[in-house]
């Protein structure tokens, strides 16, 4: 069974095409990886699953529905959150704020303040601080959190360990099993092929805004990993 | 003689409070300097006149007019926002200029056609004359009391509604990253409608009081709507504590003027908000974070 998949997706930027035809498939509870070289189409891919880039309807199916182009709002509404690139967490609102923020789409499920601070204890020592005064990691943790905060049954995480220190990464992913231990079906972006491949039970490796290599973490091999990202 | 100065400048900034709050709340939430907001003030007042004309003069029908125009001033900013203004929005701030100012112009000439040129008051039975002596010889208007009043508790209540509410929280998001806010299901048009909704709220009341202060006429908005940006630009963006410090220098700076020289008042104004722009272009009391 498949819960999200797109079928020969592309995407424009204005004139510039950052796609050509992606297709891709996620099953339940999986944990998929998408790795690639800068301006490989990672980030937009994700953007026009969450409708911030507008895709054609059909391109994308969640749950076996249409949901491409539909604007952002009732995306998240159907369960596919994001936890944007560079965390963008709302300056103005403190922690706990932010993390408010997340649970504005009204979803049911196991996902509340005091599951997450059990997960992140350090958001609740710092909950009433601003959120852009905590630490690369802690931010990472906020962003996280608020995009869990919607409980959806998709959660898309772009670069998560952008800017922090290799520790930090590990700390931050750490904490993945505590999150797909509850069923949650994630698809993460990563620069850092390594941690991808620990981490992901499959990934998908984009080159150019194609789709260059893809199959089970385990089986791929570093060679092969490295012609796909570089095309050589 | 220094405490009736420094009263009678409270009691006027209060005034300007009420005038810059809406605009303040506006810009804060959308980054939307609406330049009809003193015309809109106006067409308040105006709104009030007339519906004293429909139900006939009298302290009781004063108050219903007022309790029946804050709703509607409210849908008012609400539609204007959601069916108009939003269509404005973007990187660009011109197109949101050009709109208002021409909203401005349609609005002036809309109740120089309806009411005349004539200058007109809201008669609220003697109440804006009475006066509540102080001791020595300081007194205070009662009217001018009430002002006050409302503008530090309209004050109090949009910082409460921004810092403590659902609703803040959700005006702030939207004014720190309209996207991300979308990505939460935020629905960043109808937020701004509400906002813009509560500030003609303020407005309304602004309009209000004062045609019940003093008089209006159809050509009065810009003077308001200069009067409500000064006091935005002194106390800071994005800060309803701010604007109402903003007013409150704004009031002093015209009452010390109006003191040395009736002919002074407002040009002294003018001249604190000069010296603010040139001396802490951010404003006294900007959002800091």
């Known amino acids: ?101 997340g649970a504005t789409v009204g979803r049911q499920g196991p996902w509340n303040l005091r599951r997450l601070y059990a997960l992140f204890p350090i958001l609740q020592e710092r909950r009433k601080n601003p959120g852009t005064a905590l630490s690369g990691g802690q931010q990472q943790m906020v962003a ?89 | 003689m220094l405490t009736d100065l420094l009263l009678q400048a409270a009691l006027l900034g209060g005034l300007y409070t009420l005038f810059a709050l809406g605009q303040s709340l506006m810009f804060g939430v959308m980054r939307l300097t609406n330049t009809a907001h003193g015309d809109f003030i ?107 009043v409302l503008a530090v508790a309209a004050t109090a209540g949009l910082q409460w509604l921004f810092s403590s509410t659902a609703i803040g929280r959700s005006f702030r998001a939207v004014s720190d990253d309209r996207e991300v806010a979308e990505l939460m299901g935020l629905h960043a048009g109808k937020v701004y409608a509400l906002a813009t909704g509560i500030a003609f709220v303020l407005v309304a009341l602004a309009g209000l009081l004062q045609a019940m202060r003093t008089t209006v006429s159809p050509a009065d908005g810009p003077l308001l709507l200069l009067f409500a940006f000064e006091a935005v630009i002194i106390g800071g963006m994005g800060s309803f504590w701010g604007t109402l410090a903003g007013g409150m220098l704004l009031g002093l700076a015209q009452q010390v003027g109006f003191r040395l020289d009736p002919g002074w008042g407002i040009w002294a104004g003018h001249l604190v908000f000069l010296a603010v722009l040139v ?3 951010q404003g006294l009391f900007p959002k800091t974070r």
């Open chain 2, 42 to 148: 106006v067409l308040g007042a105006f709104g009030g006149i007339a519906g004293l004309v429909l139900l006939g003069a009298s302290g009781e029908a004063v108050i219903v007019v007022s309790i029946a125009l804050l709703p509607l001033a409210f849908g008012f900013g609400w539609a204007l926002q959601r069916y108009v203004l939003n269509g404005t929005l973007g990187r660009d701030p011109l197109p949101s200029l050009v709109v208002t100012f021409g909203l401005a112009i349609v609005i002036q000439n809309l109740l120089l056609e309806l009411f005349s040129a004539d200058p007109r008051s809201i008669e609220t039975g003697g109440f804006n004359t009475r006066s509540l002596a102080l001791g020595g010889d300081t007194a205070v208007g009662a009217l001018p009391l009430v002002i006050l």
């Open chain 2, 279 to 281: 001396l802490r272009p």
């Open chain 1, 1 to 101: 069974m498949t819960l999200l998949s797109t079928h020969g997706l592309q995407a424009f930027y204005g004139d510039a095409q950052a796609l050509f035809g992606i297709d891709f498939e996620l099953r339940p509870g999986e944990l998929v990886a998408i790795i690639g070289a800068n301006g490989a189409g990672k980030s937009t891919f994700l953007k026009c699953l969450t409708g911030l880039v507008k895709a054609p309807r059909d391109a994308v199916r969640f749950k076996g529905e249409p949901i491409g182009g539909l604007p952002p709002g009732q995306i998240v509404r159907r369960g596919l959150a994001l936890v944007p690139e560079g965390r963008r967490l709302f300056p103005s609102l403190s922690v706990e704020e932010n993390l408010l923020m």
């Open chain 1, 144 to 232: 996280i959190g608020r995009a869990l905060m919607g409980n959806p049954e998709v959660l898309l995480c772009d670069e998560l360990s952008l800017g922090l220190a290799p520790i930090v990464i590990r700390e931050i992913y750490n904490a993945m099993p505590g999150i797909t231990a509850e069923g949650m079906t994630v698809v993460i972006v990563e620069q850092d092929v390594a941690t991808a491949q620990r981490v992901s039970s499959r990934l998908y490796c984009f080159q150019e805004g194609r789709v260059s290599l893809s199959g089970a973490s385990a089986s791929v091999t570093r060679e092969q990993i490295s012609r796909a990202y570089f095309g050589v």
